[in-house]
């Protein structure tokens, strides 16, 4: 019997673990081909995909249900992270003890995308290359550059790959230096306390103040620094960062990786609260310690995973046309909407 997993490594290796070897293989050479022919799913491009507002940072949709993967056709690295991201979320759904794990999370969406991310990152870039990079020396910002220059992974994978080398608390993040946003963030929560209020998340703004918003190109900052939610809560962090002609890319460190001070100040830093809450799902209720939906304010199901707007989701039928959204049946007419028709 399979132990239950406790961190989200743990559930990286599961998840992982019950992909076939030879789709492993498979994948980073032809990611279209390992999921149709080795897995047996159907994979479409959407091109509707590629306007996307909510701050995603994966430009993919799936129906677990259906086999179904649709992608934006960006012709390039993103395309194969956006597949293997999806493959991620079809490997979870196959295992319920990384479900229980997930409803345990204070933000079950936020734990399931670092999940996500993490699996691709694993088949997109192997360790090798990573430790070819970083060295024996803490990760610094110009790794994630680094990285990138020598491997076909694209920069989320790459950033994702060096969070996931951080020793306790940070993030790496990529960030616009145009319009000061973050337009990719992966986090390493803290081995005993998990995930902090205060983290970067893709969409954010940079805050007022924050040396990222003063950094022209081709410059670079290493000190103690913070980060702020967009609803006012700050904390403190230490900082690296470069920016080059492509990106601006930092790490947000708990602790002083890289020596930058001598005095280092006590930081109380807060984390993320499970509170107990009760859901009716699957036949019975079931008290859960974690964050609900932020969409429909409801827990996440400890059995399906699952949260009051993913049910409803589950009752509706796919389009049969070209868009392949989800409509409510008595809104389809010969398996297409209105739209298609």
């Not at 991620?88 to 003890?97: I, K, M, N, R, S």
């Not at 690296?240 to 790490?251: E, F, L, M, Y």
Request: with cysteine; charged share 25%; net charge negative.
């Amino acid at each position: 019997m399979t132990r239950a997993p406790t961190t989200l490594e743990e559930c990286v290796e599961l998840a992982f673990g019950a992909l076939p070897e030879d789709v492993r293989t498979w994948f980073p050479e032809n990611p279209t081909a390992a999921l149709t022919a080795g897995l047996g799913l159907r994979v479409s491009p959407a091109d509707h995909l590629t306007e996307r507002a909510d701050g995603g940072s994966c430009d993919g949709m799936s129906f677990l249900d259906d086999g179904v993967i649709l992608y934006a056709p960006t012709g390039n690295r993103r395309e194969n992270f956006t597949l293997a991201h999806e493959l991620g979320h079809w490997l979870v759904d196959q295992t319920d003890a990384i479900y229980d794990w997930l409803s345990a999370q204070p933000e079950p969406p936020v734990a399931l995308e670092t999940l996500c991310d993490r699996v691709a990152q694993r088949l997109l870039l192997p360790i090798e290359n990573i430790r070819a990079v970083v060295g024996a020396g803490p990760v610094e910002a110009r790794h994630v550059a680094d990285l990138y220059d020598r491997s076909l992974a694209s920069w989320p994978v790459c950033a994702i790959a060096l969070a996931a080398q951080l020793r306790g608390l940070g993030a790496v993040i990529i960030t616009d230096p145009v319009d000061h946003s973050v337009e990719y963030a992966s986090i390493h929560p803290d081995p005993e306390q998990g995930w902090p209020k205060v983290h970067p998340w893709p969409g954010q703004p940079i805050p007022a103040g924050h040396p990222l918003r003063t950094l022209g190109e081709g410059g670079s900052s290493r000190r103690r620094s913070f980060w702020t939610t967009p609803w006012g809560h700050r904390e403190i962090y230490y900082l690296d960062a470069v920016v080059n002609s492509r990106r601006a890319i930092a790490i947000l460190a708990d602790t002083d990786l890289w020596h930058t001070e001598l005095f280092h100040p006590v930081v109380q830093r807060e984390f993320r609260d499970q509170t107990e809450r009760e859901v009716t799902c699957c036949g019975r209720t079931h008290s859960v310690r974690s964050y609900p939906c932020p969409n429909c304010h409801t827990p996440f199901c400890p059995s399906c995973g699952k949260c009051r707007c993913d049910r409803q989701a589950a009752a509706e039928d796919r389009c049969r046309g070209r868009c392949g959204l989800q409509y409510l049946p008595h809104l389809l007419e010969d398996g297409l909407c209105e739209e298609c028709r």
